[in-house]
């Protein structure tokens, strides 16, 4: 089992003839240690067309005195500069831990040694008056040789730092002052990526950057979105693969974000190149659209779980006969286990592989669409078909009748609903605040008929609770209790989802995408 950790570094650069700077009169600082020196030495693997290294991830064997000592560390890059740090002992090849965690990545490319780093450390750490560690600073001397056809041999200075237990007013104040000292933080976020510059693109914009650039096409910008929530897809899968808590669900929403936007924006999405020799393959909305079955089985399970455990628990004791709680867990517990093995087991399988290919081939490709205009003009329209797609499905699920009809209606305008606000989420950073509020109100809608079809599909498993508690002798008195509530909670859900709809439907509301 490794051990984890998990950082809050900046990389700043560092030119020839530089030293630790002056880090006195600090905010929180107290004392600093004396300066400590450490010899690194570290080999980094990876694919050989850099895999790892383009997607911020970085694996090495380590040897030395510095913190994690010998043995192998598998950087995992984290949203806002944080990173989470996986060690496991030593061994002669890549542990077998470390490339499943890889798996979408790798998809069995071999991962081989690419570069030999030795680093000269001088660290200091800062001290609160308490004594605790707030901050590590260090100035390291690197010594790296990169392996393969351009092999090259390469020496530089760079200044680090790593928040311990400091504040984020530290983090900002050490900012300050090694800007002030004529440092810049690193174009490259590793030493890795420094040894690799010339083998890799150039350090990709921010999203949010690349997307409401005015040079920018639509279709650049669609391609750019996708491309956001295909990393996105890569991160989770590390995550579930992990078993970290709503990885599942956030995995499960990227893989709905990349379908809505190909079905959304398909006339700014380049066309897939098709299979000749075995016919054509499923068109990729199919792809994720199963991608995504797969993961909502797992996070249904567990949703359900919680959910009626919950409205057990907030049952009044005396209201409480037989073994409920004990019915759920066993009901639930060897479903959910099946689940996650049929997930894991999709995850490692060609399909997903061979999804997860055609989306790198799609995203590598010219953006379609209209050039020369701004994207607003062309983007405007699509939104305006998912957001009347959304009221047709909202006014059918209005005049449907009581009962199973109402049901699915709710259900089929919950995902018109969702689909519209995916669309609109996207186009944010061209349309601005007034995109925000449809995004906020579309989402508040989506969430009520969510609840919605929850109490729909929690009521079906308490029926079948009730069923074999009585058959095994236990009385269900409890059962009926939990149905009751879920169904009047569907009957308010109902009633706060056409309220909010009669909000978000407004023309003011959407005159920004008229």
């Known amino acids: 089992m490794p051990t984890e950790l998990r950082e809050i570094e900046r990389k700043y650069d560092a030119g020839p003839g530089a030293r630790l700077p002056d880090l006195?009169?600090?905010?929180?600082?107290?004392s600093q240690s004396e300066p400590e020196e450490t010899i690194l030495e570290a080999t980094c693997f990876d694919t050989d067309a850099l895999d790892l290294t383009r997607a911020g991830i970085t694996l090495q064997r380590r040897s030395g005195q510095d913190e994690g000592g010998t043995g192998w560390r598998l950087s995992l890059p984290e949203p806002h500069g944080t990173y989470t740090d996986l060690d496991l002992p030593h061994a002669p090849e890549p542990p077998r831990e470390f490339l499943e965690l890889l798996t979408a990545r790798l998809r069995g490319r071999p991962a081989r040694p690419v570069a030999r780093i030795t680093t000269a450390r001088m660290r200091r750490t800062l001290r609160g008056r308490d004594g605790a560690a707030l901050a590590d600073v260090v100035f390291d001397d690197v010594t790296a040789e990169a392996f393969g056809p351009l092999a090259t041999l390469s020496r530089w200075n760079e200044v680090e730092f790593e928040l311990a237990d400091g504040s984020r007013a530290l983090l900002k104040a050490l900012d300050r002052r090694l800007r002030r000292d004529g440092l810049r933080p690193s174009r490259n976020t590793s030493k890795l990526r420094t040894v690799l510059a010339g083998r890799l693109p150039e350090p990709r914009r921010q999203p949010r950057q690349v997307h409401s650039g005015p040079s920018r096409s639509a279709g650049e910008f669609v391609l750019a979105y996708l491309r956001e929530q295909r990393d996105q897809l890569l991160a989770d899968d590390v995550m579930v693969r992990r078993d970290q808590p709503d990885a599942v669900h956030q995995m499960r929403v990227a893989s709905r974000r990349l379908r809505s936007a190909l079905r959304s924006f398909d006339a700014l999405v380049p066309k897939e190149r098709r299979q000749k020799a075995a016919g054509e393959p499923p068109q990729l909305p199919a792809e994720l659209r199963w991608l995504a079955g797969e993961l909502g089985a797992a996070r249904d399970e567990e949703v359900l779980t919680e959910r009626l455990?919950?409205?057990?628990?907030?049952?009044?004791?005396?209201?409480?006969?037989?073994?409920?709680?004990?019915?759920?867990?066993?009901?639930?517990?060897?479903?959910?286990?099946?689940?996650?093995?049929?997930?894991?087991?999709?995850?490692?399988?060609?399909?997903?592989?061979?999804?997860?290919?055609?989306?790198?081939?799609?995203?590598?490709?010219?953006?379609?669409?209209?050039?020369?205009?701004?994207?607003?003009?062309?983007?405007?329209?699509?939104?305006?078909?998912?957001?009347?797609?959304?009221?047709?499905?909202?006014?059918?699920?209005?005049?449907?009748?009581?009962?199973?009809?109402?049901?699915?209606?709710?259900?089929?305008a919950r995902k018109a609903v969702k689909r519209a606000r995916y669309a609109v989420e996207a186009v944010t950073p061209v349309f601005g605040k007034d995109a925000r509020r449809t995004a906020r109100a579309l989402k508040e809608i989506q969430t009520e008929l969510g609840g919605h079809q929850d109490t729909v599909i929690a009521r079906a498993e308490i029926r079948q609770l009730a069923v074999r508690a009585h058959a095994d002798r236990e009385n269900a008195f409890t059962y009926g209790l939990l149905y009751q509530r879920q169904a009047e909670q569907a009957a308010a859900l109902r009633k706060r989802a056409r309220k909010a709809w009669r909000q978000a439907d407004g023309k003011k509301r959407t005159a920004w995408a008229r």
Do not use: C, N, W
């Open 24 to 30: 006195s009169g600090l905010p929180e600082v107290a």
């Open 309 to 412: 455990l919950h409205e057990a628990a907030a049952t009044a004791v005396e209201l409480v006969l037989g073994p409920v709680s004990a019915r759920i867990t066993g009901h639930f517990a060897p479903r959910r286990a099946a689940a996650r093995e049929r997930l894991l087991d999709a995850l490692e399988s060609p399909r997903y592989f061979a999804l997860l290919d055609r989306l790198d081939a799609l995203l590598a490709q010219p953006p379609a669409g209209p050039a020369g205009r701004r994207p607003e003009k062309t983007l405007a329209p699509l939104v305006r078909r998912e957001l009347k797609r959304a009221r047709r499905r909202m006014r059918g699920a209005a005049h449907a009748a009581a009962g199973s009809e109402r049901d699915v209606a709710l259900h089929e």
